[in-house]
């Protein structure tokens, strides 16, 4: 099934509550927001999770020596990511080829590998290390990341492919003024979320 109006609307209001609140949400909430039944906004929470849309999540009683069903509560999945990675990688049109490439390649690849707190952490260390060498974090920022995802890196791109691309980012790299190459780096920090 598609991502009807409707559904979108269940869908943005769920992203909107959760946001807000930091905290899954009780399709009840959803049903209040959008001034419909409970049965209607658990129905179409059912569908959006079935689809792979939002997660579900069961919260059993909380009141101690108290006995009965568990509740669902419900927040966006990976659906938030994948927007906007989509956005992110319109955003490369903007930059010379080879570096378009290797950037698209790291995003596919943080898409794949869930970002981890390890992750994250390298290149905290490698950004505070090395921040007054823009140049030097623009190189090495992709070799982490790539040589972080090891072998699943041969599934994207053919490994005769990968010397040639990261020649040609670099060569790229270094034809950048300087306030370019600010710009590069804030837009791959924006997209790592650092």
Do not use: C
């Not at 209040?32 to 849309?53: C, F, H, N, R, W």
């Not at 009683?61 to 509740?71: A, P």
């Amino acid at each position: 099934m598609s991502l009807t109006e409707r559904r979108r609307q269940f869908l943005e209001t769920l992203k909107t509550l959760y946001e807000k609140n930091k905290r899954p949400i009780h399709y009840a909430e959803i049903a209040k927001e959008l001034s419909v039944s409970p049965a209607t906004a658990y129905d179409i929470m059912q569908i959006l999770y079935k689809e792979g849309y939002i997660d579900a999540i069961y919260l059993e009683n909380s009141v101690k020596n108290k006995k009965g069903r568990g509740k669902i509560f419900f927040k966006p999945k990976e659906y938030e990511e994948s927007e906007k990675f989509m956005t992110n990688f319109q955003e490369l049109k903007r930059y010379p080829f080879a570096i378009a490439i290797i950037l698209s390649i790291m995003l596919t690849i943080l898409k794949d590998i869930k970002f981890s707190k390890d992750l994250r952490s390298m290149i905290g260390l490698l950004i505070g290390l090395l921040q007054s060498n823009l140049e030097l974090i623009l190189v090495l920022l992709p070799i982490l990341i790539i040589g972080y995802a090891g072998k699943k890196i041969y599934e994207i791109i053919p490994n005769n492919k990968i010397k040639t691309y990261f020649e040609e980012y670099i060569n790229s790299i270094n034809q950048l003024a300087i306030e370019e190459k600010k710009v590069l780096l804030n837009f791959i920090l924006n997209i790592l979320e650092i």
